[in-house]
């Protein structure tokens, strides 16, 4: 079967540095997304990776390694309204996405 | 910046109630769908329609009928649902065919059924 896992919930401190990590097992191998989403809200794409290694997008960074199955959302200078959920989702060869259940984060003072 | 809108943002119904949930997007994208996400499981895909063909129907339960009329519309009409169907309906759109094909989502209909 088709398996993306995270963990469920992380608690980091406002200005620190925390990573989410997802590891996955998928039919094929066409992609990876994170996205962010708020409480209530839409989920918001935030990264996309498809080869080896690291996307920095400002605060947020992605990593990718394909052989090992594994991936990371790295978030620095931690803000608080970064308190979110983070989905990883993975392409597969139906290109079809397959979710994982997301990372609640909570953000301490 | 969302350029997916879904209306009703909260639907409460009964289970012998009929009501449609409906999503338009305003990206000129191709391909539009609908998503169950329930608390702390991961996002269940129940349509996938790309244009305007529905390409994907995950064994959805017939109580849950999708409609696309053109591109940028999407409904999905509800009839006797169960209490089990009590979630969050999202919608999204992407330009299928496109290098990541990037899923933009809506603020979903959060849905309960008495």
């Known amino acids: 079967g088709q398996n993306i896992d995270q963990p469920t919930e992380m608690t980091a401190t406002e200005g620190a540095i925390v990573q989410i990590n997802c590891t996955y097992q998928?039919?094929?191998?066409?992609?990876l997304f994170w996205y962010q989403q708020h409480a209530g809200e839409a989920p918001t794409f935030l990264s996309y990776?498809?080869l080896d290694g690291l996307e920095e997008k400002g605060r947020f960074s992605s990593f990718l390694s394909r052989s090992k199955g594994y991936s990371y959302l790295l978030l620095k200078e931690l803000q608080m309204k970064d308190s979110a959920s983070y989905l990883c989702a993975v392409r597969d060869s139906n290109y079809q996405l397959i979710w994982g259940a997301g990372t609640k984060l909570i953000i301490k003072p | 910046e969302t350029g997916v809108t879904q209306t009703p943002r909260h639907l409460v119904m009964g289970m012998t109630n009929k009501k449609s949930l409906k999503c338009e997007q305003h990206?000129?994208?191709?391909?539009m769908y609908w998503y169950k996400q329930s608390a702390k499981k991961p996002l269940e895909l129940m349509f996938v329609?790309?244009?305007?063909?529905?390409?994907e129907n995950n064994s959805v339960p017939s109580r849950f009928s999708p409609e696309c009329p053109n591109s940028s519309h999407l409904f999905l009409h509800l009839h006797t649902l169960q209490p089990e169907d009590s979630a969050l309906y999202l919608c999204a759109s992407s330009q299928s065919g496109g290098a990541a094909d990037t899923q933009y989502f809506g603020p979903g209909t959060r849905l309960t059924v008495l």
């Open positions: 990776n498809v």
């Open positions: 998928t039919s094929g191998f066409n992609g």
């Open positions: 329609y790309s244009l305007e063909e529905r390409v």
């Open positions: 990206l000129g994208h191709n391909a």
